[in-house]
C-alpha cells in the first residue's frame, strides 16, 4: 500500500519536472533522484545492501546522509539564485533612476 | 559658471539618502559653499527625502525600491561619470562630515597625484567618538589590513573622493553596507594610489541614531566572506 502511493508520488514528481525546463544539470539530478526513489520502493532493502558496503550499517540513515547533501545543494542552488536576481533588481532600479533624473 | 564651479570643474558630490529628511536640507546648506554640483540618490526613502533635496537644487537620482548604501554609491556614481565628473566625494547624509574636508581632499589628491583619497577620523582626532564605536572601528581598520593590505587609519568612513579614472574602474557590487570594504579592496586590486586625509566628524544624536548598529558587523563580515568566495 505505502508503496503504491510512494510510487505514485515519484512519478507526479517527474511528471511535474518534465513539464517544466530544465538545464542540464538539473535534469540530470532530477533522473538520479527519480532512478533512486524508484528503486528504494520497489526494493526497499537495496539502501541497506549498498549501506553495508559503505559502511554505514543501516539503509534509513544513508538515504539521510544523502538526503542531507541534497538539502544543502539546494539551499546554495537557491542562495545564488537569489544573490544573481537581486544584482538584477539593482541593475534596473539603477537605470531607471538615472533616467529619471530630477532636478528643480 | 559662477566663482565656485570654476575653481572646481567636473567636482560631483554624491549624497546617497534613506530617509534622511530630517538632516538632507542642513547637509546639502553646508554643502552648498564647497560643492557646485550635488546628486542626492534616494535610496527609496518613504519620507519626503527627495522633495527637500530638490528644493535645495540639488539633482535627485530615485531608486523605486530600496536597495542599500553600497547600490547608492554606484548609482550616484555612474550618474556623475555620465556628466563627465572629473572627480567624485562621496558624503553621508546625515550630517556628520565637514564640507571642508572636500577642499582638503581635492588640494591633497592633487599634491600626490593620486586616484583616491579616503577620509579618516583617526588621523585628526574625533575627541566625541563613542568608546565602544572606537573601539569597533579599531577592529574594522585591522581586519582592513589584514584582508586588503592598505595601511589605514580608518576603515569605514563615507568620506572619499575618487579621479575619474579611479571611479571608473571601480565597480560597487555590495548592495549593502559591505560595500566599505569593497571598495577598500578594490583599491587594493586595482593598485589605486590613495591618500588618507584628517576630517572632523561630528558625532550628533541624529548620526548616532542613524550609524551602523555592532549586529551589522556580523552582517558585513557574512558579505564579504561570501563575496571572498564567489569571486
Redesign the interface.
Known sequence: MIGSILLFAIIVFGMYVASHRLSGVQLLAAIVLLAAGITLVVWPNAATYIAIRLNVGRGADLVTYFAIVGGLFVTANFY?RF?RQ??Q??AV??E???R????? | MDARERRKPGLWVVVPAFNEAGSIANVLRGLGAHAPRI?V?DDGSSDRT?EIA??M?????????N?GQG?AL??GI??AL?RNASHICTFDADGQHDPESIETMLTTIGAFGADVALGSRFLAGTPQMPALRRFILRLAVRFTRFQTGLQLTDAHNGLRLFTRSAAERLRI?Q?GMAHASEILAAIARLRLRYVEVPTKVAYTDYSLAKGQRLANSVKILFDLV?AAW?R
Open positions: 545564488f544573490k537581486e544584482q533588481l539593482v532600479v539603477r531607471l533612476a538615472i529619471n533624473a530630477r532636478t528643480r | 546628486v540618490v527627495s530638490l528644493g537644487r540639488a539633482v535627485v537620482v530615485r531608486h523605486s525600491v536597495l547600490a554606484q548609482t555612474d550618474f555620465a557590487n548592495a561570501y564567489t
